[in-house]
């Protein structure tokens, strides 16, 4: 149950002046275990246009490996935003359909690679369609196919990186998603419930974000305490009620045992109270 990931950030910068290491400019993120991935896209939404003017956003580029929650996100981020296929998926499901060529895997792989620059669909599905004649295997030809369909599947947001430095960027979420979530939640041996889950993520994200475990102790302290002292003004405000209640229903018994003669004790504490013989 590993729960979703998504870093807005404005672009990449060196780490340094001889450093051959990238960082992202401004990287927010958001994350944790969502039935809806439509609530995750909303707040990111909501983050954009509470920090970003958006006359001055051109496109919002959308990368990831091609999952439906994630391409989701193009309908809520709106017209300005484009899905980018990332590398390093593309060249998992390429590896995987052409692992077993042992020596022409490295050529076949680079016939790949320049039809899908030189934007030949065509060109790309006779390559595949002799991948598969020269596999035995049929579970091989199988994920041979599923590459190819991969690929198709997702061609525009392949091809829009040959016209697009911009789209060229990259995707750094596997090393995000093992940075952030993998290292606390699945290379240890230990049992997560979902909603375990979802705190311990949301907890990595609010560090990840600059927050500090030791303020927000301090702000759920202090957030306890004022439901504690809430909980308890409401329970003597209960108190005062009934009491006020039951002294209402004794006046009015005591009022109807007058009316009606009764010469009960109530009576007799009533005639002394109101001076009546």
Same mark, same amino acid.
């Given at each position: 149950?590993m729960?979703? @990931? #998504?870093?807005?950030?404005?672009g990449?910068r060196?780490?340094?002046p001889?450093?051959k290491r990238?960082q @992202?400019?401004?990287? &927010?993120?958001?994350?944790?275990?969502?039935?809806d991935?439509?609530?995750?896209?909303?707040?990111?939404m909501?983050? #954009?246009? +509470?920090?970003?003017? %958006?006359?001055?956003?051109?496109?919002?580029?959308?990368?990831?490996d091609?999952?439906?929650?994630i391409?989701?996100?193009?309908d809520?981020l709106?017209?300005?935003?484009r899905?980018?296929?990332?590398?390093?998926?593309?060249?998992?499901?390429?590896t *995987?359909?052409?692992? &077993?060529l042992?020596?022409k895997?490295a050529?076949? *792989?680079?016939?790949?690679e320049? %039809?899908?620059?030189? $934007?030949?669909?065509?060109g790309?599905k006779r390559?595949f369609?002799?991948?598969?004649?020269?596999?035995p295997? $049929?579970?091989?030809?199988?994920?041979? /196919?599923k590459t190819r369909?991969y690929?198709?599947n &997702?061609?525009? +947001?392949? #091809?829009? =990186?040959?016209?697009?430095?911009?789209? =060229?960027?990259?995707?750094?979420?596997?090393?995000?998603?093992? &940075?952030?979530y993998?290292s606390?939640?699945s290379?240890?041996?230990?049992?997560?419930s979902?909603?375990?889950v979802?705190?311990?993520? =949301?907890?990595?994200? !609010?560090?990840?974000?600059?927050?500090?475990?030791?303020d927000l102790?301090? !702000?759920q302290?202090?957030?306890?305490?004022?439901?504690i002292?809430? +909980?308890?003004?409401?329970?003597?405000d /209960?108190?005062i009620?009934?009491?006020?209640e039951?002294?209402?229903?004794?006046?009015?018994?005591?009022n #109807?045992?007058?009316d009606m003669?009764?010469?009960?004790?109530? !009576?007799?504490?009533?005639?002394?109270? =109101?001076?009546?013989?």
């Amino acid at each position: 149950m590993m729960p979703k @990931l #998504i870093y807005v950030f404005e672009g990449i910068r060196k780490e340094g002046p001889k450093s051959k290491r990238n960082q @992202l400019i401004n990287k &927010h993120c958001f994350g944790g275990v969502y039935s809806d991935s439509e609530k995750l896209w909303e707040e990111v939404m909501a983050y #954009i246009d +509470a920090v970003y003017e %958006e006359e001055t956003i051109e496109t919002i580029y959308l990368m990831g490996d091609g999952a439906s929650w994630i391409k989701r996100g193009v309908d809520v981020l709106g017209a300005k935003c484009r899905f980018v296929l990332d590398k390093f998926h593309l060249r998992q499901y390429v590896t *995987r359909a052409t692992s &077993h060529l042992e020596e022409k895997a490295a050529y076949v *792989r680079s016939c790949i690679e320049d %039809e899908i620059n030189l $934007e030949d669909k065509d060109g790309l599905k006779r390559i595949f369609q002799l991948i598969i004649e020269e596999t035995p295997s $049929e579970s091989k030809k199988e994920q041979v /196919r599923k590459t190819r369909d991969y690929i198709l599947n &997702h061609w525009e +947001a392949i #091809i829009i =990186r040959n016209g697009d430095s911009d789209a =060229r960027t990259g995707c750094s979420a596997e090393g995000n998603v093992s &940075h952030i979530y993998s290292s606390r939640l699945s290379s240890r041996p230990l049992g997560w419930s979902k909603t375990g889950v979802d705190q311990m993520a =949301r907890l990595r994200i !609010y560090c990840q974000n600059g927050g500090k475990v030791y303020d927000l102790m301090k !702000y759920q302290k202090r957030k306890q305490e004022r439901e504690i002292a809430q +909980a308890i003004q409401k329970e003597m405000d /209960r108190n005062i009620k009934r009491k006020r209640e039951n002294y209402t229903d004794v006046w009015n018994s005591s009022n #109807i045992a007058t009316d009606m003669g009764q010469r009960t004790g109530m !009576y007799h504490i009533m005639k002394a109270m =109101r001076g009546i013989g």
